[in-house]
């Protein structure tokens, strides 16, 4: 599993990123995915999850009703669209592979097989 993460940059407030996170490996469609981000001074925390054919999408409280997480498996891609960027979002994300094809929100962190490199997210006030 090899995870290459892309789509950060600077935003303002309010406004919308997608991130893209392909898989170079073999066995993409059989594991679920995730995002988690890590803001200065802060422990990674856990984003959004997805479950290897799409089903029982999660996400963190803090970003429901603004972040999506959804997945291609024909491209190895996943996917996390956020809107209604806050300040607070600010933060490196990393996408990541899970060794089980589901997972819950509370046990995605305990899960992690792979980890992508971090894409930077900079939200502007």
């Known amino acids: 599993v090899q995870l290459q993460a892309s789509g950060g940059g600077l935003v303002q407030a309010g406004g919308s990123l997608r991130l893209s996170c392909v898989d170079s490996?073999?066995?993409?469609?059989?594991?679920?995915k995730g995002w988690f981000r890590q803001a200065p001074g802060k422990e990674r925390e856990f984003v959004a999850a997805i479950g290897w054919r799409g089903q029982g999408a999660h996400l963190a409280d803090s970003v429901k009703g603004r972040f999506a997480i959804s997945r291609d498996n024909a491209k190895n891609a996943v996917y996390l669209q956020m809107n209604s960027l806050k300040s607070e979002d600010t933060a490196v994300y990393f996408c990541?592979?899970?060794?089980?094809?589901?997972?819950?929100?509370?046990?995605?962190?305990?899960?992690?097989?792979?980890w992508g490199q971090g894409t930077l997210v900079t939200v502007s006030s």
């Open positions: 990541a592979a899970a060794t089980k094809p589901y997972v819950s929100a509370q046990n995605m962190m305990r899960f992690v097989g792979s």
């Open positions: 490996g073999r066995d993409f469609g059989n594991y679920a």
